[in-house]
């Protein structure tokens, strides 16, 4: 672990510099791997994950375990959704996705045996809480009978909500059947904003689930919100903002809505005329940070605030925070197993990914096989870069003394390149360089995927720029 470096603490946590943003804003990963998702191949199979799995044993299995599980079904249509989702309201296709899953669990429980400890678990989607109460109960029992869960003081079992499948019944039995934490999609209290993406969520459900969830002894209770979205203004989301902060959340993520209707047919139904203009989106960012600093939120970074005694903010100040397909968490060296459609798995030094389509997930599992369609396998470089990125992400400092006395490079050769593109950022007031430390500065932090980038290696080879930058969303 590097050792903080204090005069951080002296600095704002974040500061809001819109001219800074409008010169730098650009199209850039999310970093929530690196490599980033789009650079996994399909060369990489089934054998190479099962190696990944069998060096990890090798080297005594030393990391307990974070365990993903997808659950693609939703009900309704957000017509700004990005994520990787099933819209009916077909519930017998849950059953039938269900019995395959547990077949994927089977046989990544016997992968793991004797290695099985599990400290983090999560439930994402789509929207998991698409199966009923039966449905979710006889999942959680199939994957502890393969998987040792860690105690409820010691492990974080979270899960996503979409407060209008549940009721404050459904809300106390996902307490007692695991789950500690869960996170709310909100997105916008404003009526009209929601009727323009199609998600109506009357204010009182949603204030009855957080209501619910605290009286069941959920530790945390996380909210989703988006700016950027129709029918948005300064005046709605000041209005949404002092519901968020009267509603007292642990944690608020507030995600930036890209609009690429090329890529995801559904944000077609959007109306582009409704949408505000950038310079409205940055006043709307602006003012989401200064309400809820104002209110105490901690920046952890990347959209995420947290109050200083939350887990995150502990983790954060501690150096032992980590960031991964779910956004930052708190427990940096667990190796991640994914199951059902499209799940990510980060094992070893290899990223590996499931089918995308439910037919070929449930060919697969029919022919017996993990249904692992294509990965990576990271080289040294890969690591190097992804232990750099991790840290200026979770840390917004990296310690060039630490990275040189763990790895055989000296870091003004290894990244000569890098340090000229450093160089302009300081000078444009993002970071500050010495020969041991890279230290973000409190407006550096807002753009901290524009300095992430400067150490990605893929992206900067130059026949690629133009071309792969197109596909990401805007860093701001
Ligand atoms: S935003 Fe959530 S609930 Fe809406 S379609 Fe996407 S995954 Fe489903």
Same mark, same amino acid.
């Given at each position: 672990?590097?050792?903080?470096?204090?005069?951080?603490?002296?600095?704002?946590?974040?500061?809001?510099?819109?001219?800074?943003?409008?010169?730098?804003?650009?199209?850039?990963?999310?970093?929530?791997?690196?490599?980033?998702?789009?650079?996994?191949?399909?060369?990489?199979?089934?054998?190479?994950?099962?190696?990944?799995?069998?060096?990890?044993?090798?080297?005594?299995?030393?990391?307990?375990? /974070?365990?993903?599980?997808?659950?693609?079904?939703?009900?309704?249509?957000?017509? #700004?959704?990005?994520?990787?989702?099933?819209?009916?309201?077909?519930?017998?296709?849950?059953?039938?996705?269900?019995?395959?899953?547990?077949?994927?669990?089977?046989?990544?429980?016997?992968?793991?045996?004797?290695?099985?400890?599990?400290?983090?678990?999560?439930?994402?989607?789509?929207?998991?809480?698409?199966?009923?109460?039966?449905?979710?109960?006889?999942?959680?029992?199939?994957?502890?009978?393969?998987?040792?869960?860690?105690?409820?003081?010691?492990?974080?079992?979270?899960?996503?909500?979409?407060?209008?499948?549940?009721?404050?019944?459904?809300?106390?039995?996902?307490?007692?059947?695991?789950?500690?934490?869960? /996170?709310?999609?909100?997105?916008?209290?404003? &009526?009209?904003?929601?009727?323009?993406?199609?998600?109506?969520? &009357?204010?009182?459900?949603?204030?009855?689930?957080?209501?619910?969830?605290?009286?069941?002894? %959920?530790?945390?209770?996380?909210?989703?919100?988006?700016?950027?979205?129709?029918?948005?203004?300064?005046?709605?989301?000041?209005?949404?903002?002092?519901?968020?902060?009267?509603?007292?959340?642990?944690?608020?993520?507030?995600?930036?809505?890209?609009?690429? &209707?090329?890529? %995801?047919?559904?944000?077609?139904?959007?109306?582009?005329?409704?949408? &505000?203009?950038?310079?409205?989106?940055?006043?709307?960012?602006?003012?989401?940070?200064?309400?809820?600093?104002?209110?105490?939120?901690?920046?952890?970074?990347?959209?995420?605030?947290?109050?200083?005694?939350?887990?995150?903010?502990?983790?954060?100040?501690?150096?032992?925070?980590?960031?991964? %397909?779910?956004?930052?968490?708190?427990?940096?060296?667990?190796?991640?197993? /994914?199951?059902?459609?499209?799940?990510?798995?980060?094992?070893?030094?290899?990223?590996?990914?499931?089918?995308?389509?439910?037919?070929?997930?449930?060919?697969?599992?029919?022919?017996?096989?993990?249904?692992?369609?294509?990965?990576?396998?990271?080289?040294?470089?890969?690591?190097?870069?992804?232990?750099?990125?991790?840290?200026?992400?979770?840390?917004?400092?990296?310690?060039?003394?630490?990275?040189?006395?763990? #790895?055989?490079?000296?870091?003004?050769?290894?990244?000569?390149?890098?340090?000229?593109?450093?160089?302009?950022?300081?000078?444009?007031?993002?970071?500050?360089?010495?020969?041991?430390?890279?230290?973000?500065?409190?407006?550096?932090?807002?753009?901290?995927?524009?300095?992430?980038?400067? %150490?990605?290696?893929?992206?900067?080879?130059?026949?690629?720029?133009?071309?792969?930058?197109?596909?990401? /969303?805007?860093?701001?």
């Amino acid at each position: 672990m590097a050792v903080p470096n204090l005069a951080m603490n002296a600095i704002p946590a974040v500061q809001f510099d819109a001219e800074l943003i409008r010169k730098l804003t650009q199209q850039g990963p999310r970093y929530t791997s690196y490599p980033t998702a789009d650079r996994f191949n399909g060369n990489f199979g089934v054998g190479d994950y099962l190696q990944a799995v069998n060096s990890v044993r090798a080297m005594g299995a030393r990391n307990p375990l /974070s365990l993903y599980v997808h659950i693609p079904f939703c009900e309704h249509l957000c017509y #700004y959704c990005a994520c990787n989702k099933i819209v009916t309201k077909v519930r017998s296709k849950a059953e039938v996705y269900l019995t395959y899953l547990k077949r994927e669990i089977d046989m990544q429980g016997k992968l793991f045996e004797g290695m099985n400890t599990v400290e983090q678990l999560h439930f994402g989607g789509g929207t998991p809480t698409y199966l009923n109460d039966a449905q979710m109960g006889d999942l959680l029992a199939h994957i502890r009978k393969w998987f040792k869960f860690a105690t409820d003081d010691a492990g974080e079992y979270s899960i996503e909500i979409d407060p209008r499948t549940v009721s404050a019944a459904r809300i106390r039995t996902l307490r007692e059947q695991g789950f500690n934490r869960v /996170s709310l999609g909100v997105q916008d209290f404003d &009526p009209d904003v929601q009727k323009a993406v199609n998600r109506i969520q &009357p204010e009182e459900k949603t204030l009855e689930v957080i209501q619910a969830a605290r009286d069941a002894g %959920f530790r945390s209770i996380s909210i989703d919100l988006i700016y950027g979205l129709p029918k948005q203004n300064l005046i709605t989301m000041n209005q949404t903002l002092n519901k968020v902060i009267a509603a007292n959340p642990d944690r608020i993520s507030i995600y930036n809505y890209a609009h690429m &209707p090329a890529l %995801f047919k559904s944000q077609r139904r959007i109306s582009e005329d409704e949408l &505000p203009s950038g310079e409205t989106k940055l006043d709307m960012l602006s003012l989401c940070i200064r309400r809820l600093t104002e209110a105490g939120y901690v920046y952890i970074g990347m959209d995420h605030f947290a109050k200083p005694d939350d887990d995150l903010a502990i983790a954060q100040r501690h150096g032992r925070l980590h960031r991964n %397909f779910q956004g930052y968490s708190t427990h940096a060296d667990a190796e991640m197993v /994914s199951v059902g459609v499209s799940a990510i798995s980060a094992v070893g030094s290899t990223y590996s990914q499931n089918d995308k389509t439910l037919e070929g997930y449930y060919e697969r599992i029919e022919q017996g096989e993990l249904p692992i369609v294509r990965g990576t396998k990271l080289s040294l470089d890969d690591v190097l870069r992804r232990i750099i990125i991790q840290m200026l992400m979770c840390n917004f400092e990296l310690s060039i003394r630490s990275l040189e006395l763990a #790895y055989p490079i000296s870091f003004a050769t290894y990244f000569q390149q890098e340090l000229a593109k450093l160089k302009e950022l300081e000078a444009l007031g993002l970071l500050k360089l010495d020969s041991e430390w890279l230290t973000v500065t409190a407006k550096g932090r807002l753009l901290i995927r524009n300095i992430c980038m400067v %150490f990605d290696r893929y992206l900067n080879m130059p026949q690629e720029i133009k071309l792969e930058r197109m596909k990401y /969303s805007k860093t701001i």
